[in-house]
């Protein structure tokens, strides 16, 4: 080739190139006005298409302009191989444009639906299910392309397949965990903001995720927990009561006559049924002969509003008890002792 040949050639592979640049911005002028009409309508599948096709659409004529200016001025020897370059690009392109039209499809259509369930299970599996979607997606892109410039796939898909059992191996704890995450949110032993209580760990759920459960402790501490795990361990929920149980005894002194602890008895029992926060069984019993006390035995139950709630109905139950039994001259005993001197002559 003569110099004056190739000088012709670049020119005629900068003047394509040119032209494609100038199709490329007539297009895309084309597209926002397009746009602007697809936003007045109602429907917004124009709207998710336009948008997802802006970019590759431009990029796909300038690849097309690129191909021919190559094959106008390159020696024909070269054509195949930039053929096979200009296919695997123009797959991926479409590939990419397929998964960004699949990502907007599932917000518009699919996510809609998930948040108007009253179950937690499609919500929690939303997320991952839209991005496996996408791998997948873009996994068969990436092997179309390859088959089109002439890769034998069975090959990657035999090696594939190899790995894929190597990476499950690997992965055995993470899909266990991940099955048991799937049961955990089908079965809802709890859900988000409950009380719970596994084995030593005891706190509010903070979040279900598809491998592990978080817990945060009253003390702040944050727990994240093994999905498989909370399968092998005997679950307390303790939101999920309408009433928790007080459980005490108050002493009162050997001194005090029997009509005194009848009447004690009739003042702990009034001001606990009269209490707003409490519900029955009420139980106040003189049960036994204490070392130092005669032991009333005091059970009601409080209304399950949260634990504040909880603490402060005590505290004023307790204080009023201790306010009446003192007014009736009704003594609550303390560990006393009495040390008997015997004198001997010596």
Do not use: C
Request: hydrophobic fraction near 45%.
């Amino acid at each position: 080739m003569n110099f004056e040949n190739y000088i012709i050639k670049i020119g005629i592979f900068i003047f394509i190139l040119v032209v494609g640049y100038f199709v490329s911005i007539f297009v895309d002028l084309f597209l926002n006005r397009l746009e602007k009409i697809a936003e007045k309508t109602k429907n917004k599948l124009d709207d998710i298409f336009i948008n997802a096709i802006k970019v590759p659409l431009k990029i796909i004529i300038i690849l097309f302009f690129l191909y021919l200016g190559f094959y106008l001025t390159l020696p024909i020897q070269y054509i195949n191989l930039v053929e096979n370059a200009i296919k695997f690009i123009f797959i991926l392109i479409l590939t990419y444009t397929s998964v960004k039209i699949l990502d907007k499809l599932f917000d518009l259509y699919v996510k809609p639906i998930i948040e108007k369930t009253d179950t937690k299970l499609d919500d929690h599996l939303a997320k991952p299910l839209k991005k496996i979607l996408k791998i997948l997606l873009y996994l068969l892109g990436i092997l179309t392309a390859l088959s089109s410039i002439g890769y034998d796939i069975t090959t990657i898909l035999a090696g594939l397949g190899i790995g894929g059992l190597a990476v499950a191996l690997a992965l055995q704890d993470t899909i266990k965990n991940f099955i048991a995450g799937l049961l955990i949110l089908a079965d809802k032993p709890f859900i988000i903001g409950h009380w719970v209580k596994i084995s030593d760990i005891e706190g509010i759920v903070e979040e279900i995720g598809i491998r592990s459960t978080r817990i945060r402790s009253f003390d702040e501490t944050l727990y994240i927990i093994p999905n498989s795990k909370l399968l092998e361990e005997v679950i307390e929920n303790l939101s999920v009561r309408d009433r928790r149980r007080v459980l005490f005894t108050i002493g009162l002194t050997y001194d005090t006559p029997p009509e005194k602890i009848k009447r004690a008895k009739e003042i702990i029992l009034k001001i606990i049924e009269e209490h707003k926060a409490t519900l029955p069984p009420y139980r106040v019993h003189f049960i036994e002969y204490g070392d130092w006390s005669l032991n009333l035995r005091v059970e009601y139950f409080v209304r399950n509003m949260g634990f504040d709630y909880y603490l402060n109905a005590i505290e004023e139950i307790n204080l009023k008890i201790k306010e009446e039994l003192e007014k009736e001259g009704i003594e609550i005993a303390f560990p006393t002792y009495t040390i008997k001197v015997d004198k001997y002559d010596t």
